[in-house]
């Protein structure tokens, strides 16, 4: 079973609205990332928070992490129409040497 | 831009072609990687360099081989596919494989589509 997994799978909101997204994992992580891809496009890195750390900001992104229910969320403030895409989470595992992705959450900003 | 690039962006072959997906990154970087990624699938490890040397080989099918000639550049040969191969491959790079911590830098893609 996947490693991570995002909750919702679809969101839909009013630009100008807060949009939370959350990730949820099954073992112990070095640390959790977040990307953003776009409708037929590569990913692209958004913000990483490491395993003993609780809350980081870039802009209008808010992540935290909860290593004690192993689960993150991201928050997106004051949405705009161009953070309409993809958001995935990817947990680095303690000893697997790889990302592991989730099936991401679909983020709709209607104008 | 984020200075990784693929070539082609979309790819057509029956199932019978021989065809290759180039890679190429600008950053100094030397851990490459190979994703797949299917509808309504998570994103696929296949294959992952470091210095130029295999660390990863994520149960590909050996229709799928890779190359890695140097660290800046990555193929994907593909031979005798199957319709079920058809999905968007991405190309990734980051500053090494210690700890996997590091930043990925994915390129655009390559839309492959087999008949």
């Known amino acids: 079973s996947q490693q991570g997994e995002e909750d919702p799978q679809a969101l839909s909101i009013q630009e100008g609205e807060n949009a939370t997204m959350n990730c949820s994992y099954k073992t112990s992580i070095n640390n959790l990332q977040w990307y953003r891809q776009n409708s037929g496009r590569g990913l692209v890195h958004l913000i990483l928070i490491r395993s003993n750390e609780r809350e980081k900001h870039s802009g209008r992104l808010r992540v935290t992490l909860d290593t004690s229910k192993k689960s993150s969320s991201l928050l997106i403030t004051a949405s705009r129409a161009a953070d309409t895409a993809s958001y995935f989470c990817?947990?680095?595992?303690?000893?697997?040497?790889?990302?592991?992705f989730g099936q991401g959450t679909r983020l709709t900003i209607n104008p | 831009e984020t200075g990784v690039t693929q070539t082609p962006r979309h790819l057509v072959m029956g199932m019978t072609n021989k065809k290759s997906l180039k890679c190429e990154q600008h950053?100094?970087?030397?851990?490459m990687y190979w994703y797949k990624q299917s509808a309504k699938k998570p994103l696929e490890l296949m294959f992952v360099y470091n210095f130029k040397e295999q660390t990863e080989n994520n149960s590909v099918p050996s229709r799928f081989s890779p190359e890695c000639p140097n660290s800046s550049h990555l193929f994907l040969h593909l031979h005798t596919l199957q319709p079920e191969d058809s999905a968007l491959y991405l190309c990734?790079?980051?500053?090494?494989?210690?700890?996997?911590?590091?930043?990925?830098?994915f390129g655009p893609g390559t839309r492959l589509t087999v008949l």
């Open positions: 990817a947990t680095d595992m303690q000893g697997a040497q790889k990302l592991v």
């Open positions: 950053l100094g970087h030397n851990a």
């Open positions: 990734a790079s980051s500053l090494s494989l210690a700890g996997f911590t590091d930043t990925q830098y």
